[in-house]
Structure formats: structure tokens, C-alpha cells
């Protein structure tokens, strides 16, 4: 945090320095703050797109939250402009079989959960003719149907389960939720000037106490009173 402090600092007296940014983004990063790291990568590449570095670190929030395959454009790019970066190289080929694995799994995983819910379907219906006296599922039909079905529902949960999984990692990189409002919403400058959302709040103005006015009524009769 105090990183990101003292970067926002510099930043706001030279907002043209793109190594700030750069270097902003690897601390938001670490920090696992993925929306600010990937806009000051964005800003950095405003700033200088001749710049491979800038690339480079888009390349990293993106392999961070799992999406490989933008991972893997952004560190091509980066190669374009450095082309004999062996630490871009190693990037790309981590990128590269990181895609290739989650390709694998996307593609194979709802068919093993299908294989389990076969054998799961199965073994209800043996259990149902074996157990019980009377069997719930005399008809062949109606076994292999209750085995289909189980069959099905496992398939469509692990399928569910992967295409939530990429959803959460693509939401890594939207804004964060504001839950407090737009009138104490939060920026990284206001934390850099010790004034975050309000939390130094001003201190308030002593009241001054309203003269009170007297009634004429009640001062004539205090007058009266008085020469008694």
C-alpha cells in the first residue's frame, strides 16, 4: 500500500511519466487490486506505445486472473517491440501452456463428470434391484432412463461449474463495487493525500449562541416590577 501511496504522489507532480505507471501497476498487483493494475498498464501504453514494458505488465494482470489468452496477446506484443526478451519468452510459453491446460479441462471436465454420473446411475439401479424386496425400477426402460438422467445432471453441473469459473475470473478485472455511494467513494489520490473518502473530516465551527429576544410585554412588566 505505501507503494502505491508514494507512486500516486509522484504521479500527480508529473502525470507524463509512464515508468510510474508502470511501476504503480506491479504494486497494484501485488496487492491483488487486478482493475488498477490493469487501467495503469492501459495508461501506460497511452503514454508510450513504443514502450515493451507497458505490454508487458497488461500481460501480467492478465495471466494473474486467468485469462490466458489476452495474457498471450499483450506479451506478443511486448516480443514485437523486444524481441530478444528472454524474459518475455518465458512468459509467452508459460501463457501458452497455461491456454493449452485450461482448453484441456474445459473440453474434458464436463465429460468425466458425465462418466461419474454414469457410474453414479448405474449404481442405483443395482442397488435398487439388490437391496430392496420389492425394486422401485423394475423396467429396463426405466433404469436406463434414471441412469441417463443422473448421467445428464452431472455432465450440466461440472459444464456450469467451468463456464462460472471463467465468468469470476473475467470479473476480477471489472471496477470494484462501490457499496457506500458516490458521496464517500474512493480514489487512490484521495488516499495519497491522507484524505480517503472523507476520513479526516473537517473539524466544525463552534456555534455561537442566538441573542434572545425579549418580549415587550414581559420588559414593561419587569420595568414595573423594578420601581416596586
Not at 526478451?85 to 508459460?94: G, L
Request: positive net charge.
Amino acid at each position: 500500500m505505501e507503494a502505491v501511496i508514494h507512486y500516486t504522489h509522484a504521479i500527480k507532480l508529473d502525470k507524463k511519466q509512464y515508468q510510474l505507471f508502470s511501476n504503480r501497476s506491479l504494486a497494484f498487483l501485488k496487492l491483488e487490486q487486478y482493475f488498477y493494475a490493469l487501467d495503469d498498464a492501459q495508461t501506460t501504453i497511452k503514454l508510450n506505445p513504443n514502450w515493451p514494458k507497458g505490454y508487458f505488465r497488461r500481460g501480467e494482470v492478465y495471466f494473474a486472473t486467468g485469462n490466458y489468452r489476452e495474457a498471450l496477446d499483450a506479451y506478443r506484443e511486448a516480443l514485437e517491440l523486444e524481441p530478444d526478451d528472454n524474459t518475455i519468452k518465458e512468459a509467452m510459453k508459460k501463457s501458452t501452456q497455461m491456454l493449452r491446460n485450461k482448453m484441456k479441462e474445459d473440453m474434458q471436465a464436463p465429460w468425466m463428470g458425465g462418466a461419474f454420473g454414469l457410474v453414479l446411475g448405474l449404481s442405483i439401479v443395482i442397488a435398487d434391484q439388490v437391496f430392496p424386496e420389492t425394486p422401485s425400477l423394475k423396467h429396463p426402460m426405466l433404469q436406463a432412463i434414471v441412469t441417463m438422467v443422473i448421467c445428464i445432471i452431472a455432465y450440466a453441473i461440472v459444464r456450469s461449474v467451468r463456464y462460472y469459473g471463467n465468468i469470476q475470473r473475467s470479473s476480477l478485472l471489472q471496477p470494484p463495487i462501490d457499496l457506500l455511494g458516490d458521496s464517500t467513494s474512493t480514489s487512490w489520490d484521495e488516499y495519497a493525500n491522507g484524505n480517503a473518502g472523507g476520513l479526516l473530516e473537517e473539524e466544525e465551527e463552534p456555534k455561537q449562541e442566538k441573542p434572545q429576544r425579549i418580549n415587550k410585554a414581559a420588559a414593561r412588566h419587569k420595568m414595573k416590577k423594578n420601581k416596586r
